[in-house]
């Protein structure tokens, strides 16, 4: 009896046992960030605020913008614990009628609604949109990689909180990829099928080069 839950336990616990060297690894920010995170901060001089953050009680910026949102990104960078942790979140504003455009990430992504109404959904591989009305305290899972959005579809300001398995989520939105960098505007006619004017149009409005 004792020793299969024993044995089961074990199972459940060695993974993380066995994958890590260390209790945990706070990033050393002044040394390059890598594919596996930070390099760890000297043991020695880890503190406890080390793993404290407040970086939630406030918005990424102000709503003053083309989407009316603003994200609080709080990856490994922002707070130097969760390097090696393998998770991280992001706080959403949105004024009423605000969009979180059409981004991605590398991970899946648990949304969670603190406040408001939110139109939500994501595209699949298969082109297939799925998307739904969330309340207060309403969850939704987008899976890694696809595009998806975020509409606040309520009469008031709403606030969101994600949550991403990796301790550095990666945040690529798809107007700013396209017309916010330095895809030349002849290439963007060409793989968007927007005429010169609209590719002018959204470059400006982006603020991107070429
Ligand atoms: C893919 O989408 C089409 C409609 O566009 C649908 O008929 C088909 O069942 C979908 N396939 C899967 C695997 O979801
Ligand atoms: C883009 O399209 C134009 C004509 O529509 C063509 O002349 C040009 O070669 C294309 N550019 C690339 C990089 O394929």
């Not at 990104?73 to 979180?100: C, H, K, T, Y």
């Not at 899946?108 to 998307?131: H, K, Q």
Request: proline share 7%; aromatic share 10%.
């Amino acid at each position: 009896m004792f020793l299969p839950v024993f044995f089961f336990l074990s199972i459940l616990i060695s993974p993380t046992l066995a994958n890590t060297l260390s209790d945990f690894c706070v990033a050393d920010l002044s040394l390059p960030n890598g594919p596996s995170g930070y390099p760890c901060k000297d043991p020695k001089r880890v503190t406890a605020d080390d793993f404290v953050s407040s970086a939630l009680a406030v918005p990424g910026g102000n709503t003053r913008n083309i989407y009316k949102s603003t994200i609080n990104d709080i990856n490994n960078e922002q707070f130097p614990g969760l390097n090696g942790m393998g998770i991280s979140m992001l706080r959403g504003d949105l004024e009423a009628g605000g969009v979180s455009p059409l981004h991605t990430h590398r991970v899946s992504e648990l949304l969670v609604i603190e406040e408001g109404t939110i139109f939500a959904g994501f595209i699949d591989t298969n082109n297939t949109a799925y998307y739904k009305t969330l309340n207060k305290r309403d969850m939704m899972i987008i899976p890694p990689t696809l595009l998806h959005f975020f509409i606040n579809v309520g009469s008031t300001p709403a606030l969101t909180y994600s949550f991403f398995p990796s301790d550095n989520h990666g945040v690529q939105i798809d107007g700013f990829a396209l017309f916010g960098g330095n895809l030349p505007s002849k290439l963007l006619n060409n793989i968007t099928l927007l005429d010169h004017a609209e590719v002018q149009r959204l470059k400006k409005l982006f603020g991107g080069t070429n």
